[in-house]
């Protein structure tokens, strides 16, 4: 039996308008407009590079413990007095090492882009913006230029390249105030001191070292919470106290006040850290401090096992640099450990910097800086 016309007669356009109510219902509802967090960032990874520490054991966070601290002589670095330097070097390659800065940070660069293919297939790059920090010696727009060219078409970013004045430290405080930045921001920093112009001037135990550090930073945020990254940084809090060497020994250096700011304001106990990390000097009373730190404060975490102290493993290259390598060093603690990490910077005699790296809600924000008697 022949249907009605007027039931059986559909247009083109009524089945066109049909399948897009259908596609209507079905569709997700609508992503809330990108409400991004100024007071942190997310540290969703990071790839590194150290000469006593390769990328595959930096993924596995085999940093925990390792005391490997292998150095090389070069003939080519020399003190005044003819003695051949000792220095830490990222084995890169069959080509011998370049002892002038420019020259060498490329052949770091080039050995980076060699290995890091499962680790950048993993980025949207149509979102990402490049942070490219100038190694020592360098200037950030000569060096963004000499970066970009051999960088390769497989890995150009959707919001381009910027090489910042700034350090990372003083640069992340801007980056997050910087709400029409790109939702990725992939810093990489490496750098190397095994060079004529750096290695002359080491003293003592310390060594030339050289690194290479990438941290995948992801903007917090704060519409679409699913989606954000599970450890969250913020910037770095600075403490002033008298000089470490005019401290007693059984002091703590600093440190544990620092601590006690950082997990204060992110709402922790110190009992939830599970590892420290460290530039790894013995100097003026540096050991001694943190060994009254973890005996007093965290007794749980072992000198040996987890605390990692990135100098044994690397040597001594830019400070800038040295912020991301501890940084990505902590993280990859964090995931081993399934803890939050403080990492302390204590370079310079009388100031010591600290983060705090933690799961979701974890966060330190703002600067502080007091003055000990």
């Not at 249907?3 to 308008?17: C, E, M, N, T």
């Not at 050995?111 to 942070?131: G, I």
């Not at 749980?300 to 040295?322: K, N, R, T």
Request: glycine share 6%.
């Amino acid at each position: 039996m022949l249907k009605p016309f007027a039931q059986s007669h559909r247009s083109l356009w009524d089945v066109i308008g049909e399948r897009r109510e259908q596609e209507q219902r079905l569709a997700p509802a609508p992503r809330p407009i990108a409400h991004y967090d100024t007071a942190r960032i997310g540290l969703a990874d990071a790839w590194l590079w150290l000469p006593n520490l390769t990328p595959a054991e930096a993924k596995a966070g085999k940093a925990l413990g390792k005391v490997d601290a292998d150095f090389e002589h070069d003939p080519r670095l020399v003190s005044p007095a003819g003695h051949r330097r000792n220095v830490r070097r990222i084995r890169a390659g069959t080509d011998r090492a370049e002892i002038r800065a420019l020259p060498r940070a490329l052949q770091l660069l080039q050995a980076m882009l060699r290995q890091w293919h499962d680790f950048a297939a993993e980025l949207d790059w149509d979102q990402v913006q490049v942070v490219l920090f100038a190694p020592t010696d360098i200037a950030p727009d000569p060096w963004l230029d000499a970066a970009l060219e051999v960088w390769p078409f497989d890995y150009l970013p959707g919001h381009g390249f910027i090489a910042p004045e700034q350090t990372f430290s003083t640069w992340l405080p801007w980056a997050l105030q910087n709400d029409l930045e790109a939702p990725n921001l992939l810093c990489i920093g490496l750098d190397s001191w095994a060079t004529v112009a750096r290695a002359g001037s080491f003293v003592g135990e310390r060594m030339a070292g050289e690194a290479i550090a990438v941290l995948h930073l992801q903007r917090i945020d704060l519409a679409n919470a699913d989606g954000n990254a599970r450890w969250h940084l913020s910037p770095a809090v600075a403490q002033a106290h008298e000089p470490r060497a005019l401290q007693s020994r059984k002091s703590s250096g600093g440190i544990e006040q620092l601590a006690e700011t950082l997990c204060e304001r992110s709402g922790m106990t110190l009992a939830e850290v599970k590892a420290v990390v460290t530039e790894g000097h013995h100097d003026d009373n540096r050991l001694e401090h943190l060994y009254q730190f973890l005996n007093t404060r965290l007794p749980d975490c072992d000198l040996q096992q987890h605390v990692i102290g990135h100098a044994l493993l690397a040597g001594e290259y830019g400070h800038g640099i040295s912020e991301m390598s501890a940084l990505g060093l902590a993280l990859q603690a964090a995931k081993s450990l399934e803890g939050a990490v403080l990492v302390f910077d204590r370079h310079a005699s009388t100031q010591t910097q600290g983060w705090l790296l933690g799961p979701s809600q974890v966060a330190v924000a703002g600067q502080q800086t007091s003055v000990h008697a």
